[in-house]
Protein backbone atom coordinates (compact mmCIF):
# COMPACT_ATOMS: atom_id res chain seq x y z
CA UNK A 1 0.00 0.00 0.00
CA UNK A 2 1.68 3.45 -0.86
CA UNK A 3 0.90 6.76 0.41
CA UNK A 4 -1.22 9.55 -1.44
CA UNK A 5 -0.50 13.08 -0.24
CA UNK A 6 -3.27 14.90 -1.06
CA UNK A 7 -1.88 18.31 -0.23
CA UNK A 8 1.10 19.38 -1.28
CA UNK A 9 3.94 20.99 1.59
CA UNK A 10 3.36 24.43 1.68
CA UNK A 11 -0.81 23.72 2.24
CA UNK A 12 0.15 21.90 5.15
CA UNK A 13 2.35 24.15 6.64
CA UNK A 14 0.04 27.35 6.64
CA UNK A 15 -3.21 24.86 7.88
CA UNK A 16 -0.99 23.59 10.95
CA UNK A 17 0.47 27.22 11.73
CA UNK A 18 -3.67 28.40 10.99
CA UNK A 19 -4.64 25.73 13.60
CA UNK A 20 -1.38 26.42 15.87
CA UNK A 21 -1.99 30.23 16.20
CA UNK A 22 -5.68 29.95 16.44
CA UNK A 23 -5.91 27.89 18.97
CA UNK A 24 -2.51 29.08 21.09
CA UNK A 25 -4.58 33.09 20.53
CA UNK A 26 -7.92 30.65 21.75
CA UNK A 27 -6.33 29.22 25.40
CA UNK A 28 -4.39 32.86 25.92
CA UNK A 29 -6.82 35.10 25.79
CA UNK A 30 -8.26 35.16 29.23
CA UNK A 31 -4.86 35.07 30.39
CA UNK A 32 -3.41 38.19 32.04
CA UNK A 33 0.41 36.77 31.81
CA UNK A 34 -0.11 36.02 28.24
CA UNK A 35 -1.24 39.06 26.43
CA UNK A 36 1.94 39.59 24.12
CA UNK A 37 1.63 35.67 23.35
CA UNK A 38 -1.89 36.35 22.68
CA UNK A 39 -1.40 39.66 19.88
CA UNK A 40 1.66 37.75 18.13
CA UNK A 41 -0.69 34.58 17.42
CA UNK A 42 -3.96 36.49 16.57
CA UNK A 43 -1.34 38.62 14.15
CA UNK A 44 -0.25 35.78 13.15
CA UNK A 45 -3.49 34.08 12.26
CA UNK A 46 -5.10 37.33 10.51
CA UNK A 47 -2.03 37.67 8.30
CA UNK A 48 -1.93 33.67 6.93
CA UNK A 49 -6.01 34.68 6.07
CA UNK A 50 -4.86 36.98 3.51
CA UNK A 51 -1.97 35.20 2.04
CA UNK A 52 -3.75 32.41 1.69
CA UNK A 53 -6.50 34.36 -0.95
CA UNK A 54 -3.66 36.16 -2.68
CA UNK A 55 -2.74 32.63 -3.89
CA UNK A 56 -5.57 31.10 -6.17
CA UNK A 57 -6.07 35.04 -7.37
CA UNK A 58 -2.13 34.83 -8.27
CA UNK A 59 -3.31 31.40 -9.69
CA UNK A 60 -5.92 32.82 -11.67
CA UNK A 61 -4.55 36.00 -13.03
CA UNK A 62 -0.83 34.15 -13.87
CA UNK A 63 -1.71 30.99 -14.88
CA UNK A 64 -1.19 31.70 -18.95
CA UNK A 65 1.66 34.05 -18.33
CA UNK A 66 3.67 32.74 -15.54
CA UNK A 67 3.81 29.44 -14.07
CA UNK A 68 1.24 29.34 -11.31
CA UNK A 69 1.03 27.38 -7.97
CA UNK A 70 -1.51 25.23 -8.75
CA UNK A 71 -0.65 23.55 -11.88
CA UNK A 72 -3.26 20.94 -12.05
CA UNK A 73 -5.86 22.01 -10.05
CA UNK A 74 -8.67 23.16 -12.53
CA UNK A 75 -7.33 20.77 -14.79
CA UNK A 76 -10.30 17.65 -15.01
CA UNK A 77 -10.24 14.62 -17.68
CA UNK A 78 -11.49 16.49 -21.04
CA UNK A 79 -10.80 19.81 -20.08
CA UNK A 80 -9.35 22.27 -21.88
CA UNK A 81 -6.13 23.98 -20.12
CA UNK A 82 -7.17 27.12 -18.29
CA UNK A 83 -5.44 30.09 -20.03
CA UNK A 84 -5.81 32.80 -17.18
CA UNK A 85 -7.52 35.50 -16.82
CA UNK A 86 -4.91 37.61 -18.27
CA UNK A 87 -4.58 35.54 -21.36
CA UNK A 88 -8.48 35.19 -21.81
CA UNK A 89 -8.87 38.87 -21.91
CA UNK A 90 -6.26 39.46 -25.07
CA UNK A 91 -7.22 37.00 -26.83
CA UNK A 92 -10.07 37.84 -29.82
CA UNK A 93 -13.51 36.82 -28.85
CA UNK A 94 -14.38 34.25 -31.46
CA UNK A 95 -17.90 33.81 -30.89
CA UNK A 96 -18.12 37.51 -31.11
CA UNK A 97 -16.47 37.83 -34.29
CA UNK A 98 -18.65 35.08 -35.84
CA UNK A 99 -21.97 36.74 -34.56
CA UNK A 100 -20.19 39.58 -36.78
CA UNK A 101 -19.83 37.80 -39.36
CA UNK A 102 -23.13 35.85 -39.99
CA UNK A 103 -24.79 39.45 -39.37
CA UNK A 104 -22.87 40.53 -42.30
CA UNK A 105 -23.65 37.81 -44.41
CA UNK A 106 -27.41 38.38 -43.62
CA UNK A 107 -27.29 42.31 -44.36
CA UNK A 108 -25.70 40.91 -48.01
CA UNK A 109 -28.78 38.63 -48.32
CA UNK A 110 -30.95 40.75 -47.47
CA UNK A 111 -29.27 43.53 -50.21
CA UNK A 112 -29.55 41.66 -52.74
Not at 78 to 103: F, H
Request: aromatic fraction near 10%; glycine fraction near 10%; charge should be positive.
Amino acid sequence: MSTVLVWDLPTRVFHWLLAVSFFGAYVSGDADGYRTLHVLLGYTAAGLVPAAGARPLVALVLAGVVLAFWSGVFKAPGMRTNPGLIAALTQPDVDAQRVRRDERRERRRGAR
